[in-house]
């Protein structure tokens, strides 16, 4: 189930605040196949009470939500060719007809199927549905540009979550979570770390999945300063570095442009993989590595070299997995003589490759808490730049939360990660003149422990709700 994307918890608390774009659902085939043929596992016991039906809304994403519902209710009769024309070609190279209509079919079981709640915007929602036998399940679905669908997902409905009354019982309850997780709430007001005002778990250097996207950002705006880049030099999609989702440039044809400040754009707010070894490419690994230096990280050797998304995928699940080994027992020299003779041309990996989680290996790229308040706070003070002005928009386009959750905050920088076994969240928020930054890390070598993502993000919207008081 990975995309190296912040994959959102399922009650859609992810959705951004500013653009309507799939986050985390795009091309997650892996995580549909896993968790829809799974679904069994998250069902209730007990049968429920009959349902109270509410409308789908006649939107794209809304109708093919409607649509996957009449499918499981057997309403209306399902093909091969009728599921892949509704696909966008990146779920197409993902996932075949005849995979969804066999997670169709293994759904049915269930029905009828009740619609009993629909969050959403024109281009990513997520429907509750209920079944009298089998309980209930989240049908998360968005579209890309054409309406054609880019993600599907079907997942067990997160428990009901009480949130926590005060500080000590948040850390009663990230401490009590079955993954590992470290959730760090720090004062930042002056612009420099003050007070901690809540660390819970292990403080030291932990997996990140995609918020390594913040210091590649970074790279990009020393870049543009020192006059080797501008955000509207154009980057060109070559099959060397195109990567696998999360994200939307790896199904552009070759050739096709986009701008320094698009494919910044892209990874941030989509975390668009492929817009990340592009920005990699054109600043050079060598600045990234820089970067860490230059934003605070307290033991950039942990992630020098600075592998790039393609080589995370090729390393950690290419080859059934040869390079696991060499990489986690190389030196320096070994590990980037490993990144040169990867291979280019597309990535030989496929969706149903990604199980075991390879963090463990060190096969991600790695930080501390106290690393992501650094880098945080570098990022802001490259904003204040001539250079770095687009940043602050570029860091706040999705802000890892449901609208209602940072509506009272005048600002709110977000940047998640999420790989096999591995699920973060780091943000900057702003109120008048208080500022802080919230940082969740969770990992484990079992990935069926993150399955519940709303009951781990959840504790980091907790902490944004405790300080806004």
Known sequence: MTSLAPIPPTDARSTPRRRSRAVALAAAAAALLLSACGSGSGTDAEPHRPATPVAIPETVVGEHISWAIDALNGDIEVTPASVEERLDQAMLDAVTGEQLVDIVDQLGAGKPWVPTSYDGTDAQATATIESESQGSLDVQASVDAEGLISGLLFTPTPAERTPAAD?????????????PTSLQVTVVSDGDPED???????????????????????????????????????????????????????????????????AAQKMIEISDNTATDMLMAAVGRESVERALVDMGHSEPGLDTPFPSTRALFQIGWGDDGALREPWRDGTAEERTAILEALPGGPVDVEATDLVDAVWTDGIDWFATPDDLVAAHLALQALAETEAGEPVRDILSANAGFAPSVVEGWDYVAFKGGSSVGVLAGSWYVEKGDEAYVISLQSSTEDPALLVDQALYFGQAEDAVNLLAG
């Open 167 to 179: 500080w000590d019982e948040l850390e009663e309850n990230v401490a009590a979570l079955d993954a």
């Open 196 to 262: 901690v005002v809540l660390s819970v778990g292990d403080e030291g250097a932990q997996p990140l999945g995609s918020i390594f996207k913040l210091y590649v950002l970074g790279a990009v705006v020393t870049a543009v300063s020192d006059g080797r880049l501008s955000w509207d030099d154009e980057l060109e999609i070559t099959p060397d570095l195109k990567s696998l989702p999360s994200g939307e440039l790896q199904d552009e044809e070759d050739g096709t442009t986009v701008t320094v400040g698009e």
